[in-house]
């Protein structure tokens, strides 16, 4: 087992993660995901699950290029499997108390129990996991290499490194924001008053209505265009891509982001990004 350290909330990393954004709570946020970090580790499949003392719960799984086994695997590790995982136990007193950690395993690092009950039938051979550790449990991000790809190398550990502590954000707001929505679905179909959504309100929202409403909620004193200019970078939109969304000229556009992040307190793309991924506060 290899304990690998997160540089700081405030280092900046790859921006991929930016891509994200407009899929927090929403059905396909995993499959996305996945593939975005499937272009940093040669990974085919991931996991996401809760273990504490109120239960064990999958929130989040999937795969790419290889049958979808994890809700199979996620079953035979509740029913009993996990009692053969020591692996976070490991990995929380190799961290030093950290809250969020990164870990890395090869299958012969697993015990014997569970490698053969998941690993060996389902061709994983390396796991690569964010932990985010709580004085009741944790919450486990974990990415599997299978047989037929490469050896995760030390480059593609640090590119994982930089993106961690993001990456452990954008897991946990969407896991909040799609409880939310279940339980408001839920209630709605629950109240034989509720009338069927109209045409109009089945209609998809602009992609920028959400961001422009955090960020007016963040800080008032944003003009319309530095709102324009800043929810479209937080979708992952270059200066030339809001040049010609906006008909501005990047030069113009890059002035209205230096006014948004001057009023904001921040000084790069991430740290915007950053923002808009935390709870809002009430």
């Known amino acids: ?42 990974v085919a499949s ?11 719960h999958m929130h989040l799984s999937g795969s790419i290029g290889v049958p979808d086994t994890t809700n199979e695997c996620w079953d035979a590790y509740r029913s009993g499997l996990y009692r053969h995982d020591s692996s976070f136990h ?6 030093a108390g ?33 932990v985010n550790f709580d004085p009741d ?7 599997y290499r299978h047989d037929h790809q490469p050896s995760i190398s030390a480059g593609a550990l640090r590119d994982l490194q930089m993106v961690g502590y993001l990456l452990s954000l954008c897991v ?27 045409s109009a309100e089945q209609q998809l929202p602009d992609p920028n209505a959400a961001l422009v409403q955090r960020l007016q909620a963040m800080c008032p004193a944003l003009t319309a265009r ?21 008909q501005i000229s990047p030069t113009t556009a890059k002035t209205y982001r230096n006014r948004a992040f001057q009023r904001l307190d921040i000084r790069h793309r991430n740290e915007l990004f950053r923002l808009l991924l935390q709870p809002p506060t009430h």
């Open 1 to 42: 087992m290899q304990a690998l350290p997160l540089p700081a909330a405030t280092e900046r990393g790859p921006g991929a993660l930016e891509q994200l954004l407009p899929v927090l709570g929403e059905p396909d946020f995993g499959q996305q995901s996945l593939q975005l970090l499937s272009q940093v580790l040669p």
């Open 46 to 56: 991931w996991s996401v699950y809760q273990l504490s003392t109120a239960g064990m």
């Open 90 to 95: 490991h990995l929380r007193r190799a961290s």
């Open 98 to 130: 950290a809250h969020l950690a990164l870990g890395h395993w090869r299958a012969q690092d697993i015990a014997r129990a569970h490698r053969a009950g998941i690993y060996e039938p389902h061709g994983m051979c390396e796991r690569v996991s964010l």
């Open 137 to 143: 449990g944790l919450l486990a991000l974990n990415l």
């Open 172 to 198: 946990k707001r969407h896991i909040e924001l799609s409880t939310r929505l279940s339980g408001s679905a839920t209630a709605h179909h629950a109240n034989p008053e509720c009338a069927p959504l109209s």
């Open 226 to 246: 530095e709102l324009d200019v800043c929810s479209r970078l937080a979708r992952g939109l270059t200066y030339d891509g809001i040049a010609a969304d906006l």
